[in-house]
Nanobody, 118 residues
Framework: QVQLVESGGGLVQFGGSLRLSCAAS????????MGWYRQAPGKQRELAAT???????NYVDSVKGRFTISRDNAKNTVYLQMNSLKPEDTAVYYC????????????WGQGTQVTVSS
């Protein structure tokens, strides 16, 4: 079975930084696009950032210039460096990946809470 395990969430003050990590484990032949989604209280889950297997990145406008997504293919891990955090960044952050195990499938992590205090 494939699992995505996130770490790095927590409480941070306005303007602070956090780095999220997500490691994929299990029977993995290949990993395609990986990404981070987030869901704030009372809102729908939204895409924050994605990175392709070749390293191309995409960001939602609200995080451009503040968040950086990266990946370490040797470690099957994706990262999200979050700088200049704002209270509106408060959400549960979910890792997402397109993985070839026996077939290509989408997988989600369990989520990690990020809280930005003003």
């Amino acid at each position: 079975q494939v699992q995505l395990v996130e770490s790095g969430g927590g409480l941070v003050q306005f303007g602070g930084s956090l780095r999220l990590s997500c490691a994929a484990s299990g029977f993995i032949s290949s990993i395609g696009t990986m990404g981070w989604y987030r869901q704030a209280p009372g809102k729908q889950r939204e895409l924050a950032a994605t990175i392709s297997s070749g390293g191309s990145t995409n960001y939602v406008d609200s995080v451009k210039g503040r968040f950086t997504i990266s990946r370490d293919n040797a470690k099957n891990t994706v990262y999200l460096q979050m700088n200049s955090l704002k209270p509106e960044d408060t959400a549960v952050y979910y890792c997402h990946a397109y993985i070839l195990s026996r077939v290509w499938s989408y997988y989600w992590g369990q989520g990690t809470q990020v809280t930005v205090s003003s």
